[in-house]
């Protein structure tokens, strides 16, 4: 997993702010790391379930699947681009769309499929509890030979 230090400084360096050998101010980080929850959050709220939880420090790791963190690091890069006077330039925000496509897919949930008590198994006169369900007229059903039913005595014309 990756730190929050190594997703701070790859999404800077995608909008050309911090470059390999200067630091940015602990304020700076901080407000970073104030977007990114704030972020994970909103798309935890959409339905996004990445097993995110929020971090504190540089040194947090950010916990969700790795095939996330491309996704992360190109959304987070646009998300804080106008607090850092960043340039969002059009390879990012086709990583950033790719990325939220792969985060989508990672964090969708799939329940169990559950069929009603009533659904019928099969077809004709067997249900999922084994029973029949006209289990008194059985014999009455099989013993039709002239390919027509005739209206019960209960009946009214």
Do not use: C, W
């Not at 101010?25 to 790391?33: G, L, P, R, V």
């Not at 916990?63 to 992360?72: E, H, M, S, Y």
Request: aromatic residues 8%; proline residues 3%; hydrophobic residues 40%.
């Amino acid at each position: 997993m990756a730190t929050v230090a190594q997703v701070a400084k790859a999404a800077l360096q995608r909008i050309l702010i911090q470059a390999d050998e200067s630091d940015l101010q602990a304020s700076e980080y901080d407000d970073f790391i104030f977007a990114l929850n704030n972020y994970m959050l909103s798309l935890n709220a959409e339905g996004i379930q990445l097993g995110y939880t929020e971090v504190s420090s540089l040194a947090d790791e950010v916990t969700v699947p790795t095939g996330a963190l491309r996704g992360i690091i190109a959304n987070m890069a646009i998300e804080v681009a106008p607090d850092y006077n960043g340039k969002v330039s059009e390879a990012l925000v086709v990583a950033a769309s790719a990325g939220l496509r792969a985060m989508r897919l990672l964090g969708q949930s799939m329940g169990q499929t559950e069929y009603p008590s009533t659904l019928p198994r099969g077809s004709g006169n067997y249900h999922q509890y084994g029973d029949d369900y006209y289990s008194e007229l059985e014999d009455t059903i099989l013993a039709e030979t002239t390919g027509s039913i005739s209206l019960e005595t209960s009946t009214n014309d």
